[in-house]
């Protein structure tokens, strides 16, 4: 399977994914804002691999003129159905359909990693303004904490594919050997919500390696999770903790 068919497996699960997929707090945008040295407030943000438009609602929320770039046409659906007053375009970050200096901000939540960085760094650079910021981030299951570092052992055991696509921590020095003139800039935040373990359940099942490994195994591995989970957290209230990996990048002038 190809990294392609990984990145629009989504599209079978995009309802799931827009109910149960976490956000992002506040003090995402904040580092944003000040690692990039300019406010998303009046600037202009293509939030590329959108989905369903979880990060983009808060962009436009922190008061960017957001456009959504979104290449799943389930994915764009959901995006247009909860925010249909948002510009979408269809596309990806391989070859962006966008004006060359037209960005202050290109973002990429939980999606940078379905790229080839050697198409889309020079993709970000042409789209963005001088002193524009390429912002990437993602939402990690903290490792610090015991019972998630352990779901996390046991889905690597489970589950083809599982993470086999994830590049977080080596953002910056990946966007660095392509452009030795770039200096990213990297923070980890932490940061946790409360969720029914029903909705962390489906959560889970709307991960690439779930959608792709067919209901009948998807449906075991779930039902042992629910089975594990209960041992934790015996009322169904399952507290999620996760490290937030930023890197933000600006152009030269």
Known sequence: MTTDDFALSFDAVAAQYAA?????PPALFD???AMADQPLKGARVYDIGAGTGIATRL????????????????????????????????GDGNHLPLLSGSADFITYAQSWHWTDPARSIPEALRVLAPRGA?????NIPDPATAWSAAQEDRLKKRCPGYHSHGIAPEAPGIIKNLDH?????FRLLHWKRTVP??????????????????????????????????????DGQVEEAYALDVTVVRKPA
């Open 20 to 24: 149960a997929r976490p956000g992002y």
């Open 31 to 33: 580092a944003v804002e």
């Open 59 to 90: 962009l436009r929320d922190r008061g960017a003129h957001v456009t959504a770039v979104e290449p799943g046409p389930q994915m764009a659906a959901q995006l247009h159905q909860g925010l249909p007053d948002v510009p979408l375009v269809r």
């Open 134 to 138: 390429l912002a990437l981030w993602w």
């Open 181 to 185: 003139a770039l200096n990213p800039a």
């Open 197 to 234: 373990l029903d909705t962390h359940l489906a959560h889970l099942g709307s991960r690439s390696y779930f959608a792709t490994m067919g209901p009948q195994v998807t449906e075991a591995a779930l039902a042992q999770e629910r089975a594990e989970l209960l041992s934790v957290f015996p």
